[in-house]
């Protein structure tokens, strides 16, 4: 089993940044692809972005391509999204997830991901 904590998440205005966080544990962070989901209200789970076991491999949602970006360091367990020039749509509970499946592409299809977090409110106002 492994345990994915997200935070970093909160209220700021469209064109700020902020960067949400996930700590895993409970298996070997490094054979793990990780992705970002998205939920908001009254809408399905939209995939954000995901990058492979090695780091080498990202992949991003249309919708933020260009202002997100996905990184994962391997010393603290943690998969990073530094997201920019904020929106009021990218208002929603962002996800962390794990991949166990280890491919060399990440996968985008929220059905592979077999470990989920608990999610962190990530609020944009205009």
């Known amino acids: 089993q492994m345990q994915l904590v997200e935070s970093g998440g909160g209220l700021v205005q469209a064109g700020d940044s902020l960067r949400v966080s996930c700590v895993a544990s409970g298996r070997p962070f490094s054979r793990y692809n990780l992705g970002w989901f998205r939920q908001a209200p009254g809408k399905e789970r939209e995939f954000v972005s995901a990058?492979?076991?090695?780091?080498?491999?990202?992949k991003y949602g249309d919708s933020v391509k260009g202002r997100f970006t996905i990184s994962r360091d391997g010393a603290k367990n943690t998969v990073n999204l530094q997201m920019n020039s904020l929106k009021p749509e990218d208002t929603a509970v962002y996800y962390c997830?794990?991949?166990?499946?280890?491919?060399?592409?990440?996968?985008?299809?929220?059905?592979?991901?077999?470990?989920w977090g608990q999610g962190t409110q990530v609020t944009v106002s205009s």
């Open positions: 990058i492979n076991w090695s780091g080498g491999s990202t």
């Open positions: 997830a794990a991949d166990f499946r280890s491919l060399d592409l990440p996968s985008a299809d929220r059905n592979q991901y077999a470990y």
